[in-house]
């Protein structure tokens, strides 16, 4: 990425103010109160924004310290800049209640969306945080150390693959957790489930049981009822034969001899014919008082009888309803055991969860594993690449060093490894220059983005200022370095490297010069 033309319509001091680069150094010069700074938050508002912060921090912010000096609410800039062999003209309103971006591909003329992606693209992924830490560099101390440590520690948990995107190992894991969580949640549902139906088959069964053995009862007692019926009634039914039959005959046999008694009497005795009139009277009546009832009762037996084959009937009718019921009862209750039988060997959404659980936990570990080799990987770049940018700028005077998990640096001087506190302050700031240097490269792999130095080399002496300019006009496309003083000029004349020259001068407007 080429920065071409910046255009500061209104931005803090500069009023409709247009500043030109060129591949290669660039030097900004002015000396204090001149813009620099300004110029410096220019880079990073156009693009990636300036935020207000609230209540009293609003004060002193960024956003507030560039507020336009004349017409604040009117604050707005651009940028022209090549990207992937393309021109892009990239406008900005920075004002708090609007902060609107349009994006234009000056090339094709085709307006792109900022909101959609397509800023974020043209700088190669890059954050507002990887800008500050590795192409926007202020003077180098131990402090500012802390974005870029935390910017690379949640690179190094991440891994980049081919492509435009990113790949976050930390996210895949939260959602491969996530999915796994859910299948188990599956196999417990699918279990519980299970067991819901099989309490509900048992309950069932239990109940069919009963209602068998209710039924087999009743059909016992049944029976048993018909057989004691029948019992009784062999026994009655020779009694009362006997009753009935041998009645009629004693009782002919006495009124045949008492009508004999009567009729001899009279006869020889000379006693009145009205005894055995009357006998015989008595005896008739008798004997059709006997025959009537004889035949009421029979009449009776009969309707007994009757009344007792209905109820017989209405018995062996509930017999054969009960029996039906009771063979229906034993097919539901077969038909249950078969039901519980599938139930019990059917464990497909069991068995389908714990696959995806087994399956899960095995990407997880796998992922695991991966991100752990990348990890290494990127991170033995980034150490590499440091120990290698380090041993450029200091001509081979310090070759290696120990860069630990928590970004702690220690510096091999030979006989000792020795902490950054114990070295010079331009040394320091050399390996500090290094490590954010292989960090852009790390972090920037989709697009180079400019290096924007902001008296960056205010501590290093004439013999580091050189090996450092010799580096990026070795190593980077393009660099803009804004200083207060000549020393930049003089040592790029010195080597004989060719660069760029923006003047700022109070109340002598902006001068350009190659």
Wanted: hydrophobic residues 35%; aromatic residues 10%.
């Amino acid at each position: 990425m080429i920065i071409k033309e910046v255009f500061m319509k209104n931005f803090g001091k500069f009023h409709n103010e247009r500043l030109r680069f060129q591949p290669g150094i660039n030097i900004v010069y002015g000396g204090n109160e001149s813009g620099k700074s300004t110029l410096y938050t220019f880079f990073q508002g156009i693009f990636f924004g300036l935020r207000r912060k609230r209540g009293v921090a609003s004060r002193t912010d960024t956003y507030t310290r560039c507020l336009p000096w004349e017409n604040p609410s009117w604050y707005e800039g651009s940028v022209l800049f090549e990207a992937g062999k393309k021109d892009f003209r990239l406008e900005r309103n920075f004002e708090s209640r609007s902060q609107e971006a349009e994006l234009y591909c000056v090339t094709d003329g085709e307006k792109m969306s900022v909101e959609e992606g397509d800023l974020e693209i043209l700088l190669g992924g890059a954050t507002q945080r990887i800008y500050e830490n590795t192409a926007a560099i202020g003077q180098l101390k131990t402090r500012t150390e802390e974005g870029l440590t935390e910017e690379l520690r949640e690179y190094l948990t991440n891994f980049q693959t081919e492509g435009d995107f990113r790949l976050d190992p930390g996210a895949a894991l939260d959602r491969l957790k996530d999915r796994r969580k859910e299948w188990e949640k599956e196999e417990k549902k699918a279990r519980e489930k299970k067991e819901r139906a099989r309490e509900k088959l048992l309950d069932r069964i239990q109940y069919t049981r009963e209602e068998i053995e209710d039924l087999e009862e009743k059909l016992e007692r049944s029976r048993e009822s018909f057989r004691d019926i029948g019992q009784d009634r062999q026994e009655e039914k020779p009694a009362e034969d006997r009753r009935e039959s041998s009645f009629p005959l004693v009782f002919a046999a006495l009124f045949f001899l008492g009508f004999l008694a009567g009729c001899a009497g009279a006869i020889f005795f000379q006693l009145s014919w009205l005894i055995p009139a009357l006998i015989f009277l008595l005896g008739g009546a008798f004997l059709f008082w006997y025959f009537r009832d004889r035949g009421e009762k029979a009449s009776a037996r009969s309707r007994k009888e009757q009344d007792r084959a209905i109820r017989n009937e209405r018995k062996k009718g509930q017999q054969i309803t009960w029996k039906e019921a009771l063979q229906d009862k034993r097919n539901l209750l077969y038909n249950l055991q078969e039901e519980l039988e599938e139930l019990e060997n059917d464990n497909e959404k069991i068995l389908k969860a714990q696959k995806e659980v087994q399956s899960i936990s095995l990407a997880e570990k796998m992922l695991a594993k991966a991100a752990g080799n990348l990890q290494s990987r990127r991170g033995n770049f980034l150490k590499e690449r440091t120990w290698e940018i380090f041993g450029e700028l200091t001509q081979g005077r310090y070759q290696r060093g120990i860069i630990d998990e928590n970004f702690q640096i220690r510096l091999d001087t030979g006989d000792r490894y020795a902490g950054l506190h114990q070295v010079s302050q331009g040394t320091a700031e050399q390996v500090y220059f290094a490590l954010r240097m292989a960090a852009g490269e790390l972090l920037c792999r989709e697009e180079e983005l400019p290096v924007i130095l902001d008296e960056t080399f205010a501590m290093y002496d004439d013999k580091r200022l050189c090996e450092a300019l010799e580096w990026l006009h070795r190593n980077r496309a393009q660099v803009i370095l804004l200083t207060c003083t000549r020393r930049e000029i003089e040592a790029l004349e010195s080597l004989g490297i060719p660069f760029h020259q923006v003047d700022l001068q109070i109340g002598a407007g902006i001068k350009s010069s190659s």
